[in-house]
Each structure stands twice: as structure tokens, then as C-alpha cells.
């Protein structure tokens, strides 16, 4: 079965600082991988998504993730926080092909953005 | 273009009572979806449907019943809401869901309390 662990339920950084959002899948085929925001009381927003083709992602508002196959990884980064991003950042995966149309989520992270 | 509307916003049960949060979208999507959120937990699929008349459970279906007689409308059914129904429910969907790597497109989200 499909599953993602987010390490961290909290991550805090300062205005400027690098930002390093951990996600690790366990998929028995090569899965599909996304990360949603979430701001306060508000849906997810996607921010990239991975679907086999160049396994480093660009995404909005500057982020970008990167697939690992090996380390079975797809952590979300930013080179320089911004206040803006502080908001609830969820990894997902699926499995593609004509099976189960589910979407999996990890826990959640919350980014905290220092001044 | 209004993308995913869910209502009600707000709500308050008491226990036992039944309710109905509707979902609407206006994209012709196939793919509709019923989530859960919960704290520490990320997002858990209640119900999705592939196509209007196909439905099929996820991974917490109990309590929650589901129909979709047309593809703009996906209605999620509490029968006898249990205080730990309490939650905010979210409505996605997209074109053929994420088992082609589609986007999927969430609401703003239901919050839910049964008291």
C-alpha cells in the first residue's frame, strides 16, 4: 500500500533562511508525487507535481522538489523564505495506471517564517 | 469559472442527526473526491467517483454515503453524525483523477462540529 511520512509537523526558519520540507514515500510501482499548500482556513493549493518526466520539479512562488528514486524521496525546497509562505504544506502520492484513483497524504508540515 | 464550491461553509449537528455538504464543479471533471482533515493526520478519502453512476469507498468511508447522478455534483451524506465525524471535509476533483497524473482541485473546505 501507498504511504508518505513528512518528517517534521512543525519546521521554523527565518525570513531569507533556506527552506527544506521533508517527504518519503513507499510506492510498489514508480509513483506520481505532488506538494499542496495550505493557508489558513483555505483548501490546497498545488504547488508541483512529479509524473516521470524530469525528476527535478519547479514549482510556484519559487519552490521546487526533487525526485529521488533511491532514497524513495521528494523533499520540497525554497532557496530563500519569504513571510508569505508560512502556511500547512502537505506531500501526496499515487499510484499510476488504471487502479485505485487515490490520492495519499502525509501529515502535514507547518512552516513557520521567522522575522 | 467557479472551480470546486462546496457548502455549507459552517455547521453544527448534534449527534445522530443527518446532513448533506454538497459539491459542485463546473470544469466537466470526471474524478470527484470527499477528504477529511484532521489534525496530524493530513487528508484520509472518504469516497471518490471516476465518472457519474461509479462510486467507490476510500479509506474511511464508515458513516458517509455518496451518489453521482450528474458530473457536476457529488454530494457527501452523513446518516447519524457521531461526534467523531467533527472535522473539515473537502471536496476535490479533476479531469480523470491521480492515477493519471492529473491535478486535483480541492474547496474551500466544510467545517464540521457534532455536538
Known amino acids: 500500500a501507498q504511504s508518505v511520512t513528512q518528517l517534521g509537523s512543525h519546521v521554523s526558519v527565518s525570513e531569507g533562511a533556506l527552506v527544506l520540507l521533508r517527504c518519503n514515500y513507499s510506492?510498489?510501482?514508480?509513483?506520481?508525487l505532488f506538494w499542496y499548500v495550505q493557508y489558513p482556513n483555505q483548501g490546497l493549493q498545488l504547488l508541483l507535481k512529479y509524473t516521470s518526466a524530469a525528476t527535478l520539479v519547479k514549482g510556484i512562488n519559487g519552490f521546487e522538489a526533487e525526485f529521488k528514486k533511491s532514497e524513495t524521496s521528494f523533499h520540497l525546497t525554497k532557496p530563500s523564505a519569504h513571510m508569505s509562505d508560512a502556511a500547512e504544506y502537505f506531500c501526496a502520492v499515487s499510484d499510476p495506471g488504471r487502479g485505485a484513483q487515490k490520492l495519499v497524504f502525509g501529515q502535514g508540515t507547518r512552516l513557520t517564517i521567522n522575522p | 469559472n467557479a472551480g470546486v464550491t462546496q457548502t455549507p461553509k459552517f455547521q453544527v449537528l448534534k449527534t445522530g442527526q443527518s446532513m448533506t455538504l454538497q459539491c459542485a464543479q463546473d470544469m466537466n471533471h470526471e474524478y470527484m473526491s470527499w477528504y477529511r482533515q484532521d489534525p496530524g493526520m493530513g487528508l484520509r478519502l472518504i469516497h471518490y467517483s471516476v465518472g457519474a453512476g461509479i462510486t467507490d469507498q476510500g479509506e474511511v468511508p464508515n458513516g458517509y454515503n455518496v451518489s453521482r447522478s450528474t458530473t457536476e455534483d457529488f454530494p457527501l451524506r452523513l446518516l447519524s453524525a457521531a461526534p467523531s465525524q467533527t472535522s473539515v471535509y473537502f471536496c476535490a476533483s479533476s479531469i480523470r483523477g491521480p492515477s493519471s497524473g492529473n491535478t486535483i482541485y480541492f474547496g474551500e473546505g466544510s467545517w464540521l462540529t457534532v455536538v
Open positions: 510506492s510498489s510501482v514508480p509513483p506520481y
